[in-house]
């Protein structure tokens, strides 16, 4: 059986057929795919369109859905959750709310009913226990897939919530997660043997649905190059205030041109417009605001580096997608994606907290116009070795590994 964190080629070439015969489960296999919320879920409908193709009798169970992205519907099944609450409890030192999702017990009665055979679910919460408890009555595995740990998930020495993990992995049959710091977080402090973690790239980006719908980018396109964007929701936990503060530093600097594109909308918005004027640097700003997931493709075909400034970050997406689209990146080192980053290779991986640090990288990019390019066919060919299809055959390879212990 082949191990996933290590054929990362050869899983990606796996047919369905050959998979069968590499001790792969069958393909009539009933498989629960677990999440009170995919309010994001867009970045994962690529990977639910994989995974069916190999296990047709997939559902996705979930309170919170988006609705299908275009020209994704009908390509995977996806079944409402009842009675789902998300209750903020406070929030963490850089402002990141804190949150606890609560799922109503009637989630156990709809997987009783469609009894499946392997459940996989994402997290540390209410619905994980139901599985469990589903377990414990049908005899099923248990895989959970686990973005990662930082800051703002807490969990660490002496906490209810670590006490609470501990309990839980104890029945899980797997885990499967992103970064090698939620590996060791597991093995040193939730105690889960190195036998029952996977270490492998989940989360990634699909070219095509980024680019499903267009979109009106003219004053996009006109901006003047470089052109450095930022991608998510501008808060100063995900460090756009930093980032503001590093350009600023690369304009006093006297730098060649350059602009900078944040695309995005969140509560902070107008906060931090204000900032940027307060540092007399909004003329060089394009704020997008808010665009559609699948029209995000036209923004990462138009920049010359993509910026993750984050001061904590479970994992950042953003940062595949762009190099999905043979972008250059600069990518904070508190940010668990960080580990598909190759610092000097397709960007540079950077203190988050020191806006000086920032802003010479930055300005490497200015001085030396060639290094985008040499980084963007890098990130290309980085992300070549994680697409959708890879994590559903290394998903597969979990599966079979849950169903032989």
Not at 55 to 80: D, H, L, M
Not at 282 to 311: H, M, Q, T
Request: with cysteine; proline share 5%; net charge positive.
């Amino acid at each position: 059986m082949l191990e996933p964190a290590e054929q990362p080629a050869q899983v990606n070439a796996i047919s369905t057929t050959t998979a069968t015969r590499l001790g792969f489960p069958r393909r009539h296999l009933r498989v629960a795919w677990l999440a009170p919320s995919l309010a994001r879920g867009w970045r994962w409908q690529a990977v639910f369109r994989e995974f069916t193709k190999l296990f047709p009798e997939t559902v996705v169970f979930t309170n919170i859905w988006p609705g299908f992205t275009p020209g994704f519907e009908r390509s995977f099944k996806v079944r409402r959750l009842r009675g789902t609450k998300v209750l903020n409890i406070g929030s963490n030192e850089t402002g990141s709310a804190r949150t606890l999702t609560w799922v109503s017990p009637l989630a156990v009665w709809q997987l009783l009913r469609f009894r499946p055979e392997v459940i996989l679910t994402n997290g540390f919460h209410a619905c994980t226990l139901y599985a469990l408890l589903v377990k414990m009555i049908l005899r099923v595995r248990v895989i959970l897939l686990w973005q990662g740990v930082s800051s703002e998930t807490g969990g660490g020495k002496g906490s209810l919530r670590l006490a609470y993990r501990r309990l839980i992995a104890r029945f899980l049959d797997l885990v499967a997660t992103n970064t090698q710091d939620s590996v060791e977080y597991l093995e040193r402090l939730v105690r889960t043997p190195p036998s029952k973690i996977l270490h492998f790239t989940g989360e990634v980006a699909d070219i095509e649905t980024l680019r499903r719908t267009e979109h009106d980018r003219t004053a996009f396109r006109q901006l003047t190059r470089p052109v450095f964007l930022f991608v998510g929701t501008p808060t100063r936990g995900k460090g756009v205030d930093k980032l503001l503060e590093a350009y600023r530093r690369l304009l006093q600097c006297g730098m060649g041109p350059s602009s900078l594109a944040i695309v995005g909308d969140g509560p902070e918005s107008a906060d931090l417009r204000q900032f940027a004027r307060d540092l007399r640097i909004d003329k060089r700003i394009r704020w997008e605001g808010f665009v559609p997931y699948e029209a995000l493709g036209a923004y990462y075909a138009n920049c010359d580096v993509l910026v993750l400034p984050s001061l904590e970050d479970t994992w950042g997406v953003v940062v595949q997608e762009a190099m999905a689209f043979g972008k250059a990146v600069l990518c904070s080192r508190y940010a668990g994606v960080r580990e598909v980053v190759e610092h000097g290779i397709n960007g540079f991986i950077f203190d988050a907290r020191n806006p000086e640090e920032l802003a010479d990288y930055m300005a490497q990019f200015i001085r030396e116009p060639d290094l985008i390019e040499k980084c963007g066919m890098a990130s290309r060919e980085i992300s070549e070795r994680h697409t959708p299809e890879v994590v559903a055959h290394r998903l597969a390879c979990a599966l079979a590994k849950a169903l032989a212990c």
